[in-house]
């Protein structure tokens, strides 16, 4: 029995000398798993400082002031609260200078009237719409929405890392769209001003966030049209803020 146990232990010898003498197996590096973007939450994660204020500028017109919609429905109040979830120890104020039928020459009278404080940590600017409405000049957007984005830049605390602007919705897909007859020349109008501010945003390496995919599901998800048939849903307007999010978390904690 003793011999059996010496032979058995002298086996187990040999094989962890044997092994030990070869040269170790390279272990492959794990590839990263990467989210699927169109499957899963971006997730987003700020410091948790504590009783921090950061205040936040919504500029634009209908879109912003969440026509048609409850105040805490539009699309800035659910970014506000939104950063706020992220970390609740600080304050988020939010300060609007928008109106339903606005065009780039109201906004901009706007806020030389109501010369606001440049102190702010995020600005949005959304605006556009009634421009094209109003069947104003496009060159007339050509000017005026740079004017738009410097202004903003200055509320911004002078940094355009503080600014985002959003796409123009596309109303030709909801039902009071579709009874104007025009349909395809609005989308091909609404194209034409949110490709220059995108071009402009580029050009100036400032955040330009797309929404207007998302209304051009209007017709075949009415959830994402308020009860007037015209303007973007509470629903729609939580989309936005999904796009919205990631990047004014990063603009207010630098």
């Known amino acids: 029995m003793k011999n059996q146990i010496k032979i058995i232990v002298a086996f187990f010898l040999l094989l962890f000398i044997v092994s030990c003498s070869e040269s170790p197996i390279p272990k492959m590096a794990s590839a990263p798993i990467v989210a699927n973007p169109t499957t899963?939450?971006?997730?987003?994660t700020v410091p948790q400082t504590q009783n921090q204020?950061?205040?936040?500028?919504?500029?634009?017109?209908?879109?912003?002031?969440?026509?048609?919609?409850?105040?805490?429905?539009?699309?800035?109040?659910?970014?506000?609260?939104?950063?706020?979830?992220?970390?609740?120890?600080?304050?988020?104020?939010?300060?609007l200078i928008a109106?339903?039928?606005?065009?780039?020459?109201?906004?901009?009278?706007?806020?030389?009237?109501?010369?606001?404080?440049?102190d702010y940590d995020l600005v949005t600017l959304l605006i556009g719409v009634n421009n094209q409405y109003q069947n104003?000049?496009?060159s007339l957007y050509e000017k005026e929405f740079p004017e738009l984005v410097t202004k903003a830049i200055a509320l911004a605390k002078g940094d355009k890392a503080n600014v985002i602007v959003i796409s123009?919705?596309?109303?030709?897909?909801t039902p009071y769209g579709q009874?104007?007859?025009?349909?395809?020349?609005?989308s091909m109008e609404i194209d034409g001003y949110n490709a220059f501010a995108k071009?402009?945003?580029?050009?100036?390496?400032?955040?330009?966030?797309?929404?207007?995919d998302i209304t051009r599901k209007g017709l075949t998800n009415s959830n994402l049209v308020a009860h007037d048939g015209l303007h973007p849903s509470e629903f729609a307007y939580s989309l936005f803020v999904e796009r919205i999010l990631p990047k004014a978390a990063i603009a207010i904690q630098k």
Do not use: M
């Not at 634009?60 to 048609?68: A, E, L």
């Not at 071009?199 to 207007?212: A, L, P, Q, V």
């Open 99 to 118: 109106q339903t039928g606005w065009t780039t020459t109201n906004l901009i009278s706007a806020i030389d009237f109501q010369n606001p404080a440049s």
């Open 179 to 186: 009874g104007s007859g025009t349909q395809s020349k609005i």
């Open 168 to 173: 123009i919705p596309d109303y030709a897909y």
């Open 53 to 95: 204020t950061f205040s936040y500028l919504a500029l634009g017109d209908s879109y912003t002031i969440g026509q048609s919609v409850c105040e805490t429905c539009r699309f800035p109040e659910q970014l506000r609260k939104s950063l706020s979830n992220l970390n609740a120890n600080n304050t988020y104020p939010l300060k």
């Open 199 to 212: 071009k402009y945003c580029i050009d100036h390496t400032i955040e330009f966030i797309n929404i207007t």
């Open 136 to 138: 104003r000049s496009f």
């Open 40 to 44: 899963n939450p971006v997730v987003v």
